[in-house]
């Protein structure tokens, strides 16, 4: 099978029981949110997805290979920027290709010039803000070979503006270069806004609770926010992430 398969994962740390039985499918293409209240387990199923950790049961396959516990063939946007602090914003841009014997500077420099980003190429991490180290890892992770992207939260640091031509940017990539992706967020409108499907995880330990498809065509445009349907879908979306049984 071509995607992802999320096959009954759990994780726990200690007594604390975190994700409980997840199982999802992806297909190839498609572009799933994940929401979910804070500690849900969202980073830690990331986590588990890019063999960061290994999970208690269950497994990660993607396109029909077993991935559990080994890294390198997703690419991943961090929660945190983790960006290398000895390394330039070019740099530390370039990792995920250079990793795969690769190296496309014209693109990381058009990029870096689309987020803004423009004449900070040869600075250190140390030097930017918050919301630019976060662009820096977003690029990154876009530039990142691998068909499958995972982005824990990646907007979270950035100011409306630059978060909507972030997303913007983001449904472009996803369109030319085909990725799956896979996107945490909080934000409700975020989620209708960018995704396909929007799995919705329970309180600690993580459940699936919902599987959502999202109804609205492609390409989505700023008028969604005031449509009916629009707001039917969240309050929808609401009232599972509020109830807790
Ligand atoms: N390495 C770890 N060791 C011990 N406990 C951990 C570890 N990582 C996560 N946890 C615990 O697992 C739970 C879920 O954490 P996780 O970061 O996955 O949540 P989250 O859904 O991403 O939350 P947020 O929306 O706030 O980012 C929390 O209770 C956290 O304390
Ligand atoms: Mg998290």
Redesign the pocket.
């Known amino acids: 099978m071509k995607g992802l398969l999320i096959d009954r994962l759990s994780k726990s740390?200690?007594d604390?029981e975190?994700l409980n039985n997840i199982s999802m499918k992806v297909q190839p293409g498609e572009f799933v949110a994940i929401l979910?209240p804070?500690?849900?387990?969202?980073?830690?199923?990331f986590h588990l997805v890019g063999g960061l950790i290994d999970p208690d049961q269950g497994k990660v396959i993607l396109d029909g290979y077993d991935i559990t516990g080994l890294r390198g063939n997703i690419s991943y946007m961090p929660?945190q920027a983790s960006l290398f602090p000895w390394r330039t914003v070019l740099q530390n841009m370039l990792i995920g290709q250079e990793l795969a014997g690769k190296n496309n500077q014209d693109q990381a420099r058009q990029m870096l010039k689309t987020a803004g980003l423009e004449g900070f190429e040869d600075k250190y991490p140390y030097e930017l803000s918050g919301g630019m180290q976060q662009r820096v890892s977003f690029i990154r992770a876009l530039l990142s070979p691998q068909s499958l992207l995972c982005l824990d939260?990646p907007f979270s640091a950035l100011d409306e503006l630059t978060r909507v031509d972030m997303q913007k940017w983001l449904i472009n990539v996803w369109e030319t270069h085909q990725k799956t992706i896979l996107f945490?967020t909080?934000n409700i409108d975020e989620a209708l806004f960018l995704a396909d499907r929007i799995i919705v995880l329970s309180n600690?330990p993580?459940e699936v609770k919902l599987d959502f498809k999202v109804p609205f065509q492609r390409p989505r445009t700023e008028k969604l926010i005031v449509d009916k349907h629009f707001f039917e879908c969240k309050k929808q979306l609401f009232e599972q992430l509020q109830n807790n049984d």
């Open positions: 740390y200690g604390i975190v979910g804070s500690g849900s387990g969202k980073s830690t199923l929660q939260e945490v909080h600690r993580g």
